[in-house]
Structures are given as C-alpha cells and as structure tokens.
C-alpha cells in the first residue's frame, strides 16, 4: 500500500511539474512585446502617452485662442461704445439740407455721344 501512495505520489508530483511548465510556456507567449498581449499593451502605452502630449498642445492653443479671443471682444465693444456715442452726437445736427454752390448743381447732365472720323481709327 505504500508503494502505491509514493507511486501516486510522484505521478502527481510530475503531472503538476508538467502543467507548470505548459502554464510558464502559455504566460511567456502572453507577455511577448511582439505578438501577444504585452506587445498590445505596450501599443496602447504609447498611444496613450502621444495623445496626453496631443491633449496638452490642444490646451495650450486654447488657452492662447480664449486670450486672443478676449483681446477682440474688449476691443469690440470699446468700438460698438464709441459708434453709440458718433450715433448720438449725430442727433444733435441740424436738419438742414445740403445745397451745393452755384447753378451747377441743379443743371441735369446726359451723355454725349460722338461718332470717330476714320482717320483717326486707322492709328
């Protein structure tokens, strides 16, 4: 009876030493950097670092656009006060009307028209 539990023994000894070593092959191909799983996260490891610098750049270019954008609307409205105020000084003109000096300015023009002598065409 003994010799079948020290045979039972080594035999279960050597299935686990087998299943060991068929478990270490499997977790070497899932961690290789070039086909498995490790090579994936490795990808996305990079990924993820270039878009964080990506992110980074675009708020940086943001916050410069939002600085640039204040600077307008600042400039914007000083303009649109100072509109309000030409539009208000102008209700303070007379309502006369303009008249141009002279008879000129009530004689109608029309066109003229002339015809070329052929001479002058030739040149």
């Known amino acids: 009876m003994e010799f079948l539990a020290d045979v039972l023994l080594v035999g279960g000894a050597l299935g686990a030493g087998v299943y060991c ?5 499997r977790l070497a191909r899932f961690n290789d950097l070039e086909k498995g799983v490790g090579g994936a996260v490795a990808v ?12 980074e750049t675009a708020r940086v270019t943001a916050a410069a656009s939002t600085g640039s954008l204040d600077g307008l609307t600042d400039r914007a409205e000083n303009v649109a006060q100072r509109l ?15 008249r141009a000096a002279g008879p000129v300015a009530d004689a109608v023009v029309e066109p003229i028209f002339m015809r070329r002598v052929p001479e002058e065409r030739a040149q």
Not at 21 to 25: K, N, Q, T
Not at 44 to 55: F, I, N, P, Y
Not at 84 to 98: F, G
């Open 84 to 98: 309000e105020l030409l539009v208000a000084s102008m209700h303070d003109l007379p309502q006369e009307p303009i």
């Open 21 to 25: 070593y068929v478990l270490a092959r």
């Open 44 to 55: 996305l490891s990079a990924q993820v670092d270039d878009l964080t610098r990506t992110l």
